[in-house]
């Protein structure tokens, strides 16, 4: 069972899991460019992955065989493992716990070749109906603080397999970065007595320089302090904290903003590499007046380096307003 | 001039460096295989760098002429710019500041094609004192409030040309890394009465498991919660906040160990791209008795991708037991 073990002095958790790595120099996940035959996640193949979770299919068709539109399984290789108690203990100075957790594939169609933004809007929504349907099951299980769904699209954004799909990851910890967001957005909220990201999206549609996309329901920016190049965040305008809480009119525009940006992305850059993650509340909490759930985007252009490690703050070469520029213009 | 912005939620500091890319999409930095005839950190091309701040060369020698051993000039695309003051200002809701710092290479020897462990001791040893030289000349401008030195070594690492070099960055404000192990270190210190890396020291060369390499003054080891496999940290066993406090021995020291211990990866792993970072206290302060100084050392193996982006923890396939045993045996 992998392990978690926590720095002692800035609290960062971290999961060692060898199990991942079947030799001890085993690192470089390189996509393999995989034949339909061989790709566990096609067609006729569904008996090479650990049984189905979830699945949107034909009604006439069974369980873990074809037919299906969205699949969820099981990670084979997982970075943390459903069963088991949560035991945490010392070891010297250090602190460790087991590595409980849930680590699940989401595969968002049949099609091996298809990009996100190839896909029909009704397509895209079912993946996000897919995410919020395992978000609401996980968060049953009282083991589980937080639920983290991300996509890492091409191999130089860490994607190991190339057919179209994204992660979920349940953890019994709420992560670093995620309480960050949540006392950042808090001691704004105390001063202000607003939401930080309300302000943000009512600033950025009156100002226009940083805006990509503007719906009904769904907002879609290069952020004032882009970490990388063409960074975009998608927020819903309505306040809501918890992303399993959308509405059905939200998940259409969503999707239909969500295919739209990767897409400009895609002609602006050649179809880059990148990672989206989903910035949700805590699965034990609701109604949190401070935070407000997003999508964030970033495309794989530029690499992390020394200095980024020492500081924690980036250089990013391209100014947002450059960046939603050029996203509002692309055809 | 470079602008610094500050994200509204977290306090993150983003460095808007536009003119660094000549164009919209000149992200890929790739390592020119750049000829020795063209190299400007070569012998005889000491006129295509902006002028030396620093070099340790034959006294019969003229600056910015060949001769040196050691030479630092400043960067030629800077991340932050030396002149002018250090203006804070708002935009709506967010906060801004001038790109004031200094941004500097450190070219570590006239050989083009030597890696660090391919020098002698002695050459090792000047390129710490470069750095301690530089932090004690750069803390008398009262605009920086933190100095750090950091190499990238290999493409995949960030670096973008392959001549020997580090770089430093002093900036206007204490990056939020920083910030985090200074607070995170006196929480243990306020806690326990003792320094958070003295009692890892301890414990480190007590247990063995994790040791890489213990001399009369240094320590290497692998360390408990590590985020990359093959992770080193670099430690004095004497108590100092401080890097450019260093003395005299434990600078023959630490060039010995960070010598062998980049070796030994290099065998290990086949000469892998790295990053390492110095992490010492900021300009400003100094006999932090809670902080202690040390050098970080990060082998390129592993991608970071969705998940280490969502949560600010890492999956890490290789125990730091592992790693360090083998770093132990390697020959």
Request: contains cysteine.
């Amino acid at each position: 069972m992998p392990e978690l073990r926590k720095d002692p002095i800035v609290g960062r958790w971290v999961i060692i899991a060898s199990e991942r790595s079947k030799r001890l120099f085993d690192f470089q996940s390189t996509v393999s460019p995989e034949k339909k035959a061989s790709c566990p996640f096609c067609y006729g193949n569904e008996g090479r992955t650990p049984p189905e979770i979830l699945s949107y299919r034909d009604a006439a068709t069974e369980a873990n065989s074809s037919g299906w539109t969205i699949r969820v399984v099981p990670n084979k290789f997982p970075a943390l493992e459903a069963e088991g108690e949560m035991n945490r203990a010392g070891e010297g100075m250090f602190d460790k716990m087991n590595g409980v957790g849930a680590h699940e594939v989401i595969i968002e169609t049949p099609n091996h070749e298809a990009n996100l933004h190839d896909l029909r809007e009704r397509e895209v929504e079912d993946i996000l109906w897919a995410y919020r349907d395992r978000i609401l099951d996980l968060r049953k299980d009282k083991r589980f603080r937080y639920v983290l769904v991300f996509k890492n699209k091409g191999e130089a954004a860490g994607a190991t397999l190339s057919h179209p799909h994204s992660q979920l990851i349940a953890t019994p910890i709420i992560p670093k970065r995620v309480k960050e967001e949540l006392s950042g957005s808090e001691s704004y909220f105390r001063y202000k007595e607003r939401c930080v990201y309300c302000d943000m999206v009512r600033q950025e549609i009156l100002d226009q320089k940083r805006l990509v996309i503007e719906s009904a329901d769904i907002v879609a920016f290069t952020p004032f302090a882009s970490k990388f190049p063409f960074e975009c965040w998608l927020l819903p305008k309505k306040h809501c904290s918890n992303f399993e809480e959308i509405q059905k009119h939200e998940i259409s525009d969503l999707a239909r903003v969500l295919k739209e940006t990767i897409s400009r992305m895609s002609k602006a850059l050649g179809n880059p590499p990148f990672n989206y993650i989903l910035h949700t509340a805590p699965t034990q909490q609701s109604g949190i007046e401070h935070y407000h759930w997003h999508l964030e985007i970033m495309p794989t252009l530029t690499r992390v380096a020394g200095f980024e490690w020492g500081t924690g703050f980036y250089i990013n070469p391209t100014s947002p307003e450059e960046a939603a520029e050029y996203l509002r213009n692309v055809r």
